[in-house]
C-alpha cells in the first residue's frame, strides 16, 4: 500500500465518526425523559469523543499532504428526533461496534504508513474502552427499567 491510500482510508474514519450515532442523538432533538437522564451524559462524552477522533485523524490526514474529506449525515438516523434516548440505546451501541470493526480493518491496511497506524490503534483502543463502558451502562439501564 502507498501513502495515497492512507488518507482515503483515514478519510473514511473520518466520516464514521461525525456519523456516529451518538453525535447523532446529541445533534438532534431527541426526548430525554427519567431514565435517559442517566445515559445522556455518557453519550455526550461518546459524541465529543468520536469529534476528538475525527479531528486527530484529519491531522494526520493534514500531515500526508492530502485534504480532510467533507461531513454527511445518514439520512437512516433522522428519527432520532423523535425517539427517546433510552431507545436509542441499543442502535448507538451497535454503531460504536461498527466503529471497532472498522477501525480493526483499517489498522493492517495502514502498515507502510506509521502515523497513520499509530492514530488508528490508538482510536481503536479508546472505541474498545467506551464500548465495554457503553455495554456496562447499557446493561445497568436495562436492569434498573425491568
Known amino acids: 500500500m502507498s501513502d495515497l491510500l492512507a488518507p482515503q482510508i483515514l478519510n473514511e474514519l473520518m466520516g464514521y465518526e461525525l456519523q456516529s450515532l451518538a453525535v447523532r442523538a446529541i445533534e438532534s432533538t431527541t426526548f430525554i425523559p ?10 455526550r462524552k461518546l459524541a465529543s469523543q468520536n469529534h476528538k477522533n475525527a479531528a486527530r485523524l484529519a491531522d494526520v490526514v493534514s500531515t500526508l499532504n492530502a485534504s480532510p474529506g467533507m461531513r454527511s449525515l445518514d439520512a437512516a438516523t433522522g428519527d432520532l428526533h423523535f425517539v427517546d434516548l433510552i431507545q436509542a440505546l441499543p442502535r448507538i451501541v451497535e454503531y460504536q461496534q461498527r466503529l471497532v470493526r472498522y477501525y480493526e480493518s483499517a489498522g493492517p491496511q495502514l502498515t507502510e504508513t506509521p502515523s497513520a497506524a499509530a492514530i488508528v490503534a490508538n482510536i481503536l483502543k479508546l472505541h474498545v474502552t467506551m464500548l465495554e463502558e457503553l455495554l456496562a451502562l447499557t446493561n445497568d439501564t436495562s436492569a434498573s427499567s425491568s
Not at 34 to 43: H, I, K, R, T
Open 34 to 43: 427519567g431514565l435517559s437522564l442517566a445515559v445522556e451524559p455518557f453519550v
